[in-house]
C-alpha cells in the first residue's frame, strides 16, 4: 500500500514539473518549436514516460493553460477578500496580467489558435468572467469609483473587440504584448474612473 501511495505521489509531482516545464518553454519559443521530445530531455525523463502521463502535446498545452488560469484565478480571488475596494483589486490584476505578459513569446499567442479544445476553454473562462467583470464594475459604481454614466456591457463588447483587432493584425509583432495591454488599460480606465476612482490609479 505504502509503495502505491508512493508511486501515485511521484506521478502527481512529475505531472506538476511536466506541465510547468511545458508551458515555460511554450511560451518562451512558441507552442509549434517545442516538441514533445524537447519538453523529455528537459526534465532528464524518457519519451515514453511522458506520453505515458500526457497523450499528446495538445493534451499538454490544454492541461498547462487551464491550471495557469485556474491558479491565476484562484489568487486574485484570495487577494479580493482582503482588498480595501475595487480600485485595489482592478491594480493588483493589472499587475499581475503585466508580470504574466511580460515574459511571452508572442508567438504563442499566435500558436495557441491552433488548438481548438484550448480555445474552447479560453473562450468559456472568458464568458462566464465577462458577466463577472460587469457585476464587479457596478459595485464599483455603487462605492463611487467608476461613472455611472457609462454601459458596462458595450465597453466589455468593445474591449473584446479591440483584443480581436490586435490579434488578426498582429500588432503584438511590432510592439510587446505588455506594452500593448498596459497602454489600452490605462485609457480605459482613465475613461471609466470617478475622480475619487482616478486618485486611486497609479498606472
Avoid at 69 to 80: C, G, I, N, T, W
Avoid at 110 to 133: G, M, P, T
Amino acid at each position: 500500500m505504502e509503495r502505491n501511495d508512493s508511486s501515485t505521489l511521484y506521478r502527481q509531482e512529475l505531472k506538476g514539473k511536466i506541465l510547468a516545464t511545458a508551458m515555460l518553454l511554450f511560451e518562451q519559443k512558441g507552442i509549434k518549436c517545442v516538441k514533445m521530445d524537447d519538453i523529455a530531455k528537459e526534465l532528464s525523463i524518457s519519451k515514453r514516460t511522458l506520453y505515458e502521463l500526457y497523450e499528446n502535446k495538445e493534451q499538454l498545452l490544454y492541461e498547462g493553460v487551464r491550471h495557469q488560469y485556474m491558479e491565476r484565478s484562484e489568487y486574485l480571488r484570495h487577494f479580493a477578500q482582503q482588498a480595501k475596494n475595487e480600485m485595489e483589486i482592478v491594480m493588483e490584476a493589472i499587475r499581475s496580467n503585466l508580470q504574466y505578459l511580460g515574459h511571452i513569446n508572442p508567438q504563442f499567442f499566435l500558436d495557441i489558435h491552433k488548438y481548438v479544445r484550448v480555445l474552447d476553454f479560453l473562450q468559456q473562462q472568458h464568458d462566464e468572467q465577462r458577466a463577472n467583470s460587469i457585476h464587479f464594475m457596478e459595485r464599483g459604481v455603487e462605492h463611487g469609483y467608476f461613472r455611472p454614466d457609462v454601459n458596462y456591457e458595450i465597453v466589455s463588447s468593445m474591449g473584446d473587440a479591440v483584443m480581436t483587432h490586435m490579434m488578426e493584425t498582429k500588432m503584438y509583432k511590432k510592439y510587446p504584448m505588455r506594452d500593448i495591454f498596459k497602454n489600452y488599460v490605462n485609457v480605459l480606465l482613465r475613461g471609466l474612473c470617478t475622480e475619487k476612482g482616478l486618485a486611486e490609479l497609479s498606472l
